[in-house]
């Protein structure tokens, strides 16, 4: 919603908490997590990387795997908000390099991962790499039944394709993913009529 000063506080009163009831995780390093992705969707990006690494490396450090994924899916996502896709790219394949590795396949983030690297890939102009990932992502969302990241994936190949004048596979794309929704069907109106056009 935006409201990043309300957002800020409930991140204050959650480290309280936490620290209170010696939640280390959640005051050292999901908290300041959180509060690194709101830095960058009030448009703060280069704050993020200090906060986000800050977070991040006693977790890791600690031989910690899970969610690692995950938060380097958004740090990514943040450095390209930043045009820092070299960088995007990199927190990618790490992230990916460990859900391949054994013991460590921790799958959740796979589809997010993999949108992110082909939104990288489009703005460094790779558009058939791009659109592999795309679909790569899609697929995994499906099969993992996640909604909100197949929508995410779906929107991106459908962008991807309208760019290439191919509106009408961006709509078979787009059109079944945006049927799951009940809310914003405005907004899923417009797109449709603007694939269209």
Known sequence: LGEFPRADALLTEMEQYAAEQRLPFFSEILAPMERALCLGWAGKGEAVFDVGRKALSPWVSAGMGICVPYIKANLAETAGRCNRWDEAIALIDEAL????????????ALAELLRVKASALQVQGDLNGSERLFRQALDVASQQRAKTWELRAATGLARLLTSQDRREEALEILAPVHRWFTEGLNVYYTRLLLLRS
């Open 97 to 108: 390099a460990q859900i391949g590795s054994p013991r460590k396949e921790e799958r959740q």
